[in-house]
């Protein structure tokens, strides 16, 4: 299958957006980039490169992306080194140090570094900077994950080699720890022409409905997460149930579960208790979720919840946003960013807003249908891939001259 | 034929400063203190943003208070600082703090309150460049309209104010001074940026140029 190149997201973005990031990429000229991550193929950040690569390199910024290399016992570290930077209680050996290090130090051995930007992607390969202390080009850490409430242990650990990095790219001002340089805010994006967000015939998306026996006789009601405790699928049934009793709906929840969670089957089986047998109630298990399908869901929906109890960024609010759904969502994480309160969606800080929203929405379509044009209108101005290529362009300028907040080009 | 009229632009791109503050006093010192271009984000920046989504609120300080402090009435007047009557950060950065602190005059309660989520203080750097579109008289900048982008709209309406620390906009002034079409100037000049998107901007400056054409 052909990647769609940038001629194809005129028709999605607008021409004048394309023409832009033209202009901007002749200002860039000859710089280069290479992007260093840790994984090929699955994950958030692969997806993003996948995309993002091939288009810098067709705006003529020459970019190389790199993963790194390691045995297992590297990559059990960096699991660990992820979940704890996200919170999780764990004690660290010297020797797990010691092990990241010598990882790192391979890598380092095997690859160069000749790009004007060198951007290095989450904790897996960031000590890299380390053997580049008289480096001539720039190198930035572009850390994905939520960073606001680190393991201390494990985070004065690698503060020591963030700081040596010209600079640092966080999702969110939520999840940026205190630096001792600077910081630059890169909202995670969508694709609007990958399949889990392009538009779809009508047809495919009544034969999704039909192959998962989901009738279109009501409104429909949805949740798309994993089935896990902080996405709150119970909370969802009993916000659904409530609203119900005051007007007619199907909720559907669609999710797989969480990658090598063990508490998976059980969470499941608690939320079908939840459901009960209540015919209006559709709970779709996925072992692994095909991304048009998603599409498909996401497009019927009336309205699409996301009433998480945590998260991250939750870029299915933006999925959704940007298919002009209304979408209710929890006031945590990254929503708040992409979900103005009764101007982008709404958000909600209970079950009970959650149901009063849910019967709200469903009996003010025309106020439903405002707040899914104003958001899909909030993701093109911001949470769309071709808003992170024009950051990295601008980052590409403005990284060479760190002491001006306005850079004149002519 | 009048002096050539070519289109620039301008990108931010958004940096965080892990500075916050919790309370309005928090707030209105950040305010005080804060480098010009952390200002210019929250009102500028914003201000092109919230519009083409219909939020009512023109900074993010006017945002952040009416969903975090349960207080209106501080928003509203924040909001009602008109962004093009300032051709500089600082008589901007006086307004908004001097209308804090008016208010804390007459509602001294508001600020003992403490913010459901704190306010981050971001910042920015903002390039400014030229584009590859040309005006040398009314037709052919009608004619440029169509294709520039809402960015460089904006710019030159509301932003470029910034850089000739004038208090107009710089289609009307081009138009005013090389073409010497006052009246149509005039008009232009007097469309107010509250009601339309960018793109409804686009269209209202079309349809008054198609006028004179």
Redesign the interface.
Same mark, same amino acid.
């Given at each position: 299958m052909t990647l769609p190149g940038l001629f194809d997201y005129r028709e999605v973005v607008g021409r004048d957006v394309v023409e832009e990031l033209t202009m901007l990429a002749s200002y860039v000229g000859n710089r280069s980039i290479k992007m260093v991550n840790s994984t090929a193929v699955g994950g958030g950040v692969a997806e993003m490169l996948h995309r993002v690569v091939p288009l810098l390199n067709e705006l003529g910024v020459q970019t190389n992306w790199e993963v790194i290399k390691g045995e297992a016992e590297f990559f059990d570290i960096t699991k660990s080194f992820h979940n704890a930077l996200q919170g999780k209680e764990e004690t660290f050996e010297k020797q797990t140090f010691e092990t990241y290090l010598h990882y790192n130090e391979l890598n380092n051995g095997q690859m160069s570094f000749d790009e004007d930007l060198i951007v290095i992607h989450d904790p897996q390969p960031a000590a890299l900077i380390h053997w580049h202390q008289n480096r001539k080009h720039k190198w930035v850490w572009r850390c994905h994950i939520d960073l606001s409430h680190p393991n201390q242990q494990l985070w004065q650990f690698l503060q020591a080699y963030i700081n040596q990095y010209d600079a640092a790219i966080f999702s969110s001002p939520l999840f940026s720890p205190e630096l001792a340089i600077p910081q630059y805010q890169f909202y995670p994006t969508i694709d609007p022409l990958a399949d889990k967000n392009k538009e779809l015939d009508p047809e495919y998306i009544e034969a999704v409905l039909k192959e998962y026996e989901i009738p279109k006789d009501k409104p429909l009601v949805t949740q798309i997460s994993r089935y896990d405790p902080w996405k709150d699928p119970v909370g969802v049934i009993e916000a659904f149930k409530m609203a119900r009793k005051y007007v007619d709906c199907r909720l559907l929840l669609v999710g797989d579960k969480a990658a090598d969670d063990p508490e998976a089957e059980r969470i499941l089986q608690i939320v079908r208790e939840a459901a009960g047998n209540d015919p209006d109630i559709h709970i779709i298990y996925l072992t692994k979720s095909i991304p048009s399908e998603i599409n498909a869901f996401q497009r019927a929906s009336d309205i699409v919840l996301q009433k998480s109890l945590r998260e991250g960024f939750a870029l299915t609010v933006a999925e959704a946003l940007w298919k002009r759904r209304p979408v209710i969502g929890s006031a945590v994480g990254g929503i708040p960013a992409q979900i103005i309160h009764g101007y982008t969606g709404v958000l909600v800080h209970s079950v009970e807003g959650a149901s009063l929203q849910i019967r709200s929405l469903l009996n003010q379509r025309e106020f439903a249908a405002k707040l899914g044009e104003n958001g899909r209108q909030r993701v093109r101005d911001e949470f769309l891939i071709t808003q992170n290529l024009k950051r990295y362009l601008l980052l590409l300028l403005a990284i060479e001259r760190p002491n001006e907040s306005t850079i004149f080009l002519d | 034929m009048g002096d050539l009229f070519q289109f620039s632009?301008s990108?931010?791109? %958004?940096?965080?400063? %892990?500075r916050r503050a919790h309370n309005l006093e928090e707030l209105l010192q950040i305010i005080k203190t804060c480098?010009?271009?952390s200002i210019f984000y929250h009102t500028f920046s914003t201000f092109r943003?919230?519009r083409?989504?219909?939020?009512p609120f023109n900074n993010d300080f006017a945002?952040w208070i009416s969903?975090n402090l349960a207080e209106e009435a501080l928003p509203e007047k924040l909001t009602a600082i008109e962004l093009a009557e300032h051709s500089t950060i600082l008589s901007l950065r006086e307004r908004i703090a001097a209308v804090i602190e008016s208010h804390r005059q007459e509602n001294p309660l508001v600020f003992t309150r403490t913010a459901a989520?704190p306010f +981050?203080l971001?910042?920015?750097?903002?390039?400014? +460049?030229?584009?590859?579109k040309f005006a040398y008289n009314l037709r052919s900048f009608r004619e440029s309209l169509n294709?520039?982008?809402?960015?460089s709209i904006y710019f030159h309406f509301i932003e470029s104010r910034l850089q000739t620390q004038l208090q107009t906009d710089d289609f009307s002034r081009w138009i005013e001074q090389s073409l010497d079409m006052p009246d149509l100037a005039a008009k232009i000049r007097n469309i107010d940026i509250h009601i339309y998107t960018l793109e409804g901007l686009r269209r209202k400056l079309t349809a008054l140029i198609d006028q004179y054409l």
């Amino acid at each position: 299958m052909t990647l769609p190149g940038l001629f194809d997201y005129r028709e999605v973005v607008g021409r004048d957006v394309v023409e832009e990031l033209t202009m901007l990429a002749s200002y860039v000229g000859n710089r280069s980039i290479k992007m260093v991550n840790s994984t090929a193929v699955g994950g958030g950040v692969a997806e993003m490169l996948h995309r993002v690569v091939p288009l810098l390199n067709e705006l003529g910024v020459q970019t190389n992306w790199e993963v790194i290399k390691g045995e297992a016992e590297f990559f059990d570290i960096t699991k660990s080194f992820h979940n704890a930077l996200q919170g999780k209680e764990e004690t660290f050996e010297k020797q797990t140090f010691e092990t990241y290090l010598h990882y790192n130090e391979l890598n380092n051995g095997q690859m160069s570094f000749d790009e004007d930007l060198i951007v290095i992607h989450d904790p897996q390969p960031a000590a890299l900077i380390h053997w580049h202390q008289n480096r001539k080009h720039k190198w930035v850490w572009r850390c994905h994950i939520d960073l606001s409430h680190p393991n201390q242990q494990l985070w004065q650990f690698l503060q020591a080699y963030i700081n040596q990095y010209d600079a640092a790219i966080f999702s969110s001002p939520l999840f940026s720890p205190e630096l001792a340089i600077p910081q630059y805010q890169f909202y995670p994006t969508i694709d609007p022409l990958a399949d889990k967000n392009k538009e779809l015939d009508p047809e495919y998306i009544e034969a999704v409905l039909k192959e998962y026996e989901i009738p279109k006789d009501k409104p429909l009601v949805t949740q798309i997460s994993r089935y896990d405790p902080w996405k709150d699928p119970v909370g969802v049934i009993e916000a659904f149930k409530m609203a119900r009793k005051y007007v007619d709906c199907r909720l559907l929840l669609v999710g797989d579960k969480a990658a090598d969670d063990p508490e998976a089957e059980r969470i499941l089986q608690i939320v079908r208790e939840a459901a009960g047998n209540d015919p209006d109630i559709h709970i779709i298990y996925l072992t692994k979720s095909i991304p048009s399908e998603i599409n498909a869901f996401q497009r019927a929906s009336d309205i699409v919840l996301q009433k998480s109890l945590r998260e991250g960024f939750a870029l299915t609010v933006a999925e959704a946003l940007w298919k002009r759904r209304p979408v209710i969502g929890s006031a945590v994480g990254g929503i708040p960013a992409q979900i103005i309160h009764g101007y982008t969606g709404v958000l909600v800080h209970s079950v009970e807003g959650a149901s009063l929203q849910i019967r709200s929405l469903l009996n003010q379509r025309e106020f439903a249908a405002k707040l899914g044009e104003n958001g899909r209108q909030r993701v093109r101005d911001e949470f769309l891939i071709t808003q992170n290529l024009k950051r990295y362009l601008l980052l590409l300028l403005a990284i060479e001259r760190p002491n001006e907040s306005t850079i004149f080009l002519d | 034929m009048g002096d050539l009229f070519q289109f620039s632009s301008s990108a931010s791109l %958004g940096k965080l400063t %892990g500075r916050r503050a919790h309370n309005l006093e928090e707030l209105l010192q950040i305010i005080k203190t804060c480098p010009d271009s952390s200002i210019f984000y929250h009102t500028f920046s914003t201000f092109r943003k919230m519009r083409e989504v219909q939020v009512p609120f023109n900074n993010d300080f006017a945002i952040w208070i009416s969903q975090n402090l349960a207080e209106e009435a501080l928003p509203e007047k924040l909001t009602a600082i008109e962004l093009a009557e300032h051709s500089t950060i600082l008589s901007l950065r006086e307004r908004i703090a001097a209308v804090i602190e008016s208010h804390r005059q007459e509602n001294p309660l508001v600020f003992t309150r403490t913010a459901a989520k704190p306010f +981050y203080l971001c910042d920015t750097v903002r390039i400014v +460049y030229l584009t590859d579109k040309f005006a040398y008289n009314l037709r052919s900048f009608r004619e440029s309209l169509n294709s520039i982008s809402v960015d460089s709209i904006y710019f030159h309406f509301i932003e470029s104010r910034l850089q000739t620390q004038l208090q107009t906009d710089d289609f009307s002034r081009w138009i005013e001074q090389s073409l010497d079409m006052p009246d149509l100037a005039a008009k232009i000049r007097n469309i107010d940026i509250h009601i339309y998107t960018l793109e409804g901007l686009r269209r209202k400056l079309t349809a008054l140029i198609d006028q004179y054409l």
